[in-house]
T-cell receptor, first 112, second 113 residues
Framework: LAKTTQPISMDSYEGQEVNITCSHNNIATNDYITWYQQFPSQGPRFIIQGYKTKVTNEVASLFIPADRKSSTLSLPRVSLSDTAVYYCLVGDYETGFQKLVFGTGTRLLVSP | GAGVSQSPSNKVTEKGKDVELRCDPI?????LYWYRQSLGQGLEFLIY????????KSGLPSDRFSAERTGGSVSTLTIQRTQQEDSAVYLCASDGRDTDTQYFGPGTRLTVL
């Protein structure tokens, strides 16, 4: 399973764009990159997933360079409610099973 | 139901007692996962079910931990002779073969006194 490395914490202000980068140097060919968000006392919630290049949805964008050894979650114009822990994970789905290996995540604090 | 549900939401028990935690996955989801999250830590994988079978039990921390799933739906995680280090939030997730994401329940907060 590919190990991921991401910053322990980040601080931002309302209205700013936040970029959280995750390193996954030993990502495998079949691995997808998935980001989850977790609020206190809640289970993680899926944000976005990608394989290569760029993926965008209503919540965030995910940028993946050609070598796929890293990825960047971009949150546009954050608000106070975006304060949470963000987890980057890699894994494959070929077998229909993904044992997600969560690291400690990035704790994002958005201030007024 | 609309999402993954877990019960109880909170459980306080005394050291040495057995506890059972329940997970009700999203209807139709064949895969079910149990994770544990200690205070301030990331999630730790415990066990995975595909249908009623558990091809990967590698994360269970000791033989005091066991899990079963019946009817391809509800799963129970049992911890025997609980210890204080078992205190954590136990999270359950499910996914279907046509989805690439795991949907998590709200978790059960276990406190062993």
């Amino acid at each position: 399973l590919a190990k991921t490395t991401q910053p322990i914490s980040m601080d931002s202000y309302e209205g700013q764009e936040v970029n959280i980068t995750c390193s996954h140097n030993n990502i495998a060919t079949n691995d997808y990159i998935t980001w989850y968000q977790q609020f206190p006392s809640q289970g993680p919630r899926f944000i976005i997933q990608g394989y290569k290049t760029k993926v965008t949805n209503e919540v965030a964008s995910l940028f993946i360079p050609a070598d796929r050894k890293s990825s960047t979650l971009s949150l546009p114009r954050v608000s106070l409610s975006d304060t949470a822990v963000y987890y980057c994970l890699v894994g494959d789905y070929e077998t229909g099973f993904q044992k997600l290996v969560f690291g400690t995540g990035t704790r994002l604090l958005v201030s007024p | 139901g609309a999402g993954v549900s877990q019960s109880p939401s909170n459980k306080v028990t005394e050291k040495g007692k057995d506890v059972e935690l329940r997970c009700d996955p999203i209807s139709g989801h064949t895969a079910l996962y149990w994770y544990r999250q200690s205070l301030g830590q990331g999630l730790e994988f415990l066990i995975y079910f595909q249908g009623n079978s558990a091809p990967d039990k590698s994360g269970l921390p000791s033989d005091r931990f066991s899990a079963e799933r019946t009817g391809g739906s509800v799963s129970t995680l049992t911890i025997q002779r609980t210890q204080q280090e078992d205190s954590a939030v136990y999270l359950c997730a499910s996914d279907g073969r046509d989805t690439d994401t795991q949907y998590f329940g709200p978790g059960t907060r276990l406190t062993v006194l």
